[in-house]
Protein backbone atom coordinates (compact mmCIF):
# COMPACT_ATOMS: atom_id res chain seq x y z
CA UNK A 1 0.00 0.00 0.00
CA UNK A 2 1.03 3.83 -0.57
CA UNK A 3 2.06 5.78 2.22
CA UNK A 4 1.41 9.58 1.89
CA UNK A 5 3.98 11.50 4.22
CA UNK A 6 3.25 14.58 4.93
CA UNK A 7 0.71 17.49 6.91
CA UNK A 8 -2.10 18.68 5.36
CA UNK A 9 -1.93 22.13 5.47
CA UNK A 10 0.69 21.71 2.67
CA UNK A 11 -1.03 22.66 -0.72
CA UNK A 12 1.37 20.33 -2.07
CA UNK A 13 0.46 17.47 0.16
CA UNK A 14 -3.06 17.79 -1.00
CA UNK A 15 -2.01 18.19 -4.45
CA UNK A 16 -0.95 14.46 -4.16
CA UNK A 17 -3.97 13.67 -2.08
CA UNK A 18 -6.64 14.61 -4.48
CA UNK A 19 -4.68 12.49 -7.17
CA UNK A 20 -4.70 9.46 -5.02
CA UNK A 21 -8.19 9.92 -4.19
CA UNK A 22 -9.30 10.36 -7.73
CA UNK A 23 -7.36 7.51 -8.77
CA UNK A 24 -9.36 5.29 -6.16
CA UNK A 25 -6.07 4.03 -5.11
CA UNK A 26 -5.66 2.57 -1.16
CA UNK A 27 -3.21 4.81 0.37
CA UNK A 28 -2.20 5.70 4.32
CA UNK A 29 -1.40 8.84 5.30
CA UNK A 30 1.71 9.66 7.66
CA UNK A 31 1.01 13.56 9.14
CA UNK A 32 3.36 12.98 11.51
CA UNK A 33 6.55 13.37 9.14
CA UNK A 34 8.20 16.82 8.60
CA UNK A 35 10.88 17.91 6.75
CA UNK A 36 14.75 17.12 8.76
CA UNK A 37 17.85 16.49 7.28
CA UNK A 38 18.54 13.20 9.56
CA UNK A 39 20.35 10.46 7.94
CA UNK A 40 17.12 7.87 8.78
CA UNK A 41 14.49 10.50 7.54
CA UNK A 42 16.93 11.57 4.42
CA UNK A 43 17.07 7.63 3.58
CA UNK A 44 12.87 8.18 3.02
CA UNK A 45 13.63 11.47 1.08
CA UNK A 46 16.59 12.37 0.13
CA UNK A 47 16.11 15.60 -0.43
CA UNK A 48 14.52 16.20 3.16
CA UNK A 49 11.07 17.61 1.89
CA UNK A 50 7.89 16.67 2.13
CA UNK A 51 5.56 15.26 1.06
CA UNK A 52 6.34 12.50 -0.09
CA UNK A 53 5.34 8.78 -1.23
CA UNK A 54 6.43 5.15 0.24
CA UNK A 55 5.60 2.36 -1.53
CA UNK A 56 5.88 -1.19 0.01
CA UNK A 57 8.72 -2.26 -2.10
CA UNK A 58 10.55 0.21 -0.44
CA UNK A 59 10.56 3.09 -3.27
CA UNK A 60 9.95 6.98 -2.62
CA UNK A 61 8.97 9.52 -4.80
CA UNK A 62 8.86 13.26 -3.57
CA UNK A 63 8.24 16.27 -5.54
CA UNK A 64 3.93 16.37 -5.73
CA UNK A 65 4.78 17.30 -9.71
CA UNK A 66 6.44 14.01 -10.54
CA UNK A 67 4.39 11.81 -7.68
CA UNK A 68 1.02 12.73 -9.48
CA UNK A 69 2.76 12.22 -12.97
CA UNK A 70 3.24 8.77 -11.69
CA UNK A 71 0.01 8.29 -10.68
CA UNK A 72 -1.95 9.33 -13.58
CA UNK A 73 -0.05 7.93 -16.21
Given amino acids: MLRLCGFHIS ?3 S ?11 PFEEDT ?3 PAQSEEFLARS ?3 K ?5 FDDGRHLS ?11
Avoid: N, Q
Fill in 46 to 48: PMG
Fill in 63 to 73: ESHVMCEHLLT
Fill in 32 to 34: AAR
Fill in 15 to 25: KVRIALLGKGL
Fill in 11 to 13: SYH
Fill in 50 to 54: VPFLE
